[in-house]
């Protein structure tokens, strides 16, 4: 991203996430919006979650359509390197996700494994906090909260870690701010509602390490269904 586009998301950001002080307020019974936004989201824990273990099979058709049009003989070669491939997922009752495969790879594959690690624990930990944790500090813990209006600003610490969120005043989340010494990072969710409360169904996520320049930017559509009554 170009000096002006990063120049231009910083300038959203400070819109979206920090707006003027002259037009804010603090929240007096900021412990009851926190506790009501904490029930407002489905959590797998109080439906009895415990863990679970999902294999991951690669598909045919997750190949560029233009790559297999321009060389099929090579697609064919790498689908069949890819079959191949046996990597499982575990994820644990705080939402941390462990990635583990078969040994005996070659190079190219133990290159999509690391990768696929990656992008696996990646997705988990931004999608955990809303499904089995919660995005919020505990009710009791020490945090801010704002009323800007439309919407409240929640601030707090966690960690090294300075955490910036606005939350609409049905509790869904609007944006996430969170600044670490070695990155920073926005996420964007989106929400359906269901009987059981908020669940996530897409994420946009800009990570920004300043050591290294611009932003990266991923987008995580979810599709969720009931598994094992969950």
Same mark, same amino acid.
């Given at each position: 991203?170009?000096? +002006?586009?990063?120049?231009?998301?910083?300038?959203?950001?400070?819109?979206?996430?920090?707006?003027?002080?002259?037009?804010?307020?603090?929240?007096?019974?900021?412990?009851? @919006?926190?506790?009501?936004?904490?029930?407002?989201?489905?959590?797998?824990? %109080?439906?009895?979650?415990? =863990?679970? =273990?999902?294999?991951?099979?690669?598909?045919?058709?997750?190949?560029?359509?233009?790559?297999? %049009?321009?060389?099929?003989?090579?697609?064919?070669? &790498?689908?069949?390197?890819?079959?191949?491939?046996?990597?499982?997922?575990?994820?644990?009752? /705080?939402?941390?996700?462990?990635?583990?495969?078969? /040994?005996?790879?070659?190079?190219?594959?133990?290159?999509?494994?690391?990768?696929?690690?990656?992008?696996?624990?990646?997705?988990? =930990?931004?999608?955990?906090?809303?499904?089995?944790?919660?995005?919020?500090?505990?009710?009791?813990? /020490?945090?801010?909260?704002?009323?800007?209006?439309?919407?409240?600003?929640?601030?707090?610490?966690?960690?090294?870690?300075? @955490?910036?969120? +606005?939350?609409?005043? /049905?509790?869904?989340?609007?944006?996430?701010?969170?600044?670490?010494?070695?990155? %920073?990072?926005?996420? &964007?969710?989106?929400?359906?509602? +269901?009987?059981?409360?908020?669940?996530?169904?897409?994420?946009? %996520?800009?990570?920004?390490?300043?050591?290294?320049?611009?932003?990266?930017?991923?987008?995580?559509?979810?599709?969720?269904?009931?598994?094992?009554?969950?």
């Amino acid at each position: 991203m170009s000096s +002006t586009g990063m120049a231009a998301v910083a300038a959203l950001l400070c819109c979206v996430l920090l707006p003027s002080f002259a037009f804010t307020q603090a929240v007096a019974n900021k412990h009851d @919006v926190v506790r009501k936004a904490a029930q407002a989201y489905y959590n797998l824990p %109080n439906e009895g979650f415990v =863990r679970f =273990r999902c294999t991951l099979t690669p598909h045919d058709d997750a190949l560029e359509p233009e790559l297999r %049009n321009a060389h099929p003989a090579a697609a064919d070669v &790498w689908v069949q390197t890819l079959s191949q491939l046996q990597v499982a997922v575990a994820v644990g009752a /705080d939402g941390t996700a462990t990635v583990s495969h078969t /040994d005996g790879a070659g190079q190219p594959l133990q290159d999509v494994i690391s990768n696929l690690a990656l992008m696996l624990t990646s997705f988990f =930990r931004l999608w955990s906090p809303y499904v089995v944790a919660s995005p919020f500090p505990a009710v009791d813990s /020490d945090y801010e909260v704002e009323d800007l209006g439309a919407q409240y600003r929640l601030s707090y610490k966690d960690g090294a870690a300075r @955490v910036v969120m +606005t939350l609409d005043k /049905d509790a869904t989340v609007g944006a996430v701010m969170v600044t670490r010494p070695e990155a %920073n990072s926005v996420t &964007w969710p989106q929400f359906t509602k +269901t009987p059981k409360g908020f669940l996530p169904v897409s994420l946009d %996520n800009d990570v920004r390490m300043p050591a290294q320049g611009g932003a990266v930017h991923v987008r995580t559509v979810i599709t969720s269904q009931e598994v094992a009554g969950l």
